[in-house]
């Protein structure tokens, strides 16, 4: 945890910021903060900078924020991922989310297991806490928007031309060439499960505009495969 | 597991391959192989291709294999990596051998706990099987070459110019500038630990050719800055 990161509802009306939970014992054992230290802070959504330790016990942490940075540039990259085995997904939602991608769409696919999606890690306080991982580890405040789609058809058909009306669209596939140039758009990037997506999902999205391009010859572990997919898209 | 890797003494007499261990459980649970089948395989260090299930019990998987195809091709990096703690190495080790990596060398730094280097992760029989997960993932035969370097001057001073004679020299440092185009040579990329390298040891590899470079403004995990680094370094 690099950044200890408050919701505007910790905040009280003296200034002040209470913790207590994850927060409170990785404060205390990790940091071993002690009054008057300063710690790196942030405000879910909001700016980031140093807070005053006042108190540092058991029961509380009781924080003097001073928000004066922005949080870290936005690379400008949603990700439509196929719904992740539970396991994977534990670990693509935090490295996603350190990398700054926006919104994340999990979405039904034809090698996707339909048990993943009763997955106890799909539910909205287990999404947010690791997402709240990896905005710690990556010192960001801003929560990616997460999207659940069970069925691939109609997410495709009706939703995904209101999602991106403008993104430049682009799909992961073994086989395909190297993708053209980064556009100054917002890039939607699609990712498929560790199978592939089957002929019939690659031309369902290719009809709604995403070229395919590929990741290289190697068959990659999902949140190995978006980290390195957000650095190519960046370049050097 | 994508590919059943054996080793040459695997190999017997007639052609056939006997598994046991992990790879047999794999074999037997996981992929539910029965006589007949046909498995991907991959020789440690050759080529890879199909075997055909002659035999699957308890006890025993007997493989005839057809090893026909090259593994996929490499993208010509070595990692000098500050030792991660023994969690991370965990992930980077396999992720580093699935992208391809062909060498790892694993150094102390100012920011590395010296507790690092007792850990049992980096016993070789430890490292090989992390490495072997990458392999297995990425249809890869080759295992990455690891070293372990207690001593980070000695090593900046007395080896890597016999390491790396020729490469293109890189070090991951944040505040640095954008990373030159990435010429034909192969690169070794160095990678600090997760509080950054010191200036003494950036000035010190920089000495040494090493040119600095950011991967931008978010702390990563190391196993994410690595793949994020991997893809940067290619490009699209």
């Known amino acids: 945890m690099n950044l200890l990161i408050f919701q505007p509802e910790d905040l009280r009306e003296d200034g ?36 005053e330790v006042l108190r540092a016990a058991g029961d509380e942490l009781v924080l003097r924020p001073s928000l004066t940075e922005a949080p870290p540039l936005r690379p400008g990259i949603d990700l439509l991922l196929a719904l992740p085995r539970p396991k994977a997904l534990r670990k693509v939602l935090p490295a996603a989310a350190s990398l700054g991608v926006d919104r994340i769409v999990l979405v039904n696919a034809a090698r996707v297991e339909k ?26 405040t801003r929560l990616p928007e997460v999207l659940v789609r069970e069925r691939f058809r109609p997410f495709v058909e009706d939703e995904i031309d209101a999602l991106w009306p403008l993104a430049q669209r682009l799909i992961a596939h073994p086989g395909a060439r190297a993708a053209p140039a980064r556009d100054p758009r917002r890039v939607a990037l699609a990712v498929g499960p560790e199978g592939g997506w089957v002929p019939f999902e690659v031309e369902l999205l290719a009809a709604r505009g995403f ?16 980290a390195y997919a957000l650095g190519a898209l960046r370049g050097l």
Chains 1, 2 share one sequence.
């Open 211 to 226: 070229e395919p391009f590929t990741l290289g010859p190697r068959t990659l572990r999902v949140e190995v495969a978006v």
């Open 115 to 140: 048990s993943y999606f009763e997955s106890r890690v799909l539910e909205p306080e287990s999404i947010r806490e690791l997402l709240l991982l990896g905005l710690e580890q990556a010192r960001d």
């Open 16 to 51: 002040t910021v209470r913790l207590s939970g994850r927060r409170l014992r990785h404060a205390l054992e990790v940091l071993r903060a002690a009054e008057g230290d300063l710690l790196r802070v942030g405000l879910l959504g909001g700016q980031t900078g140093t807070a």
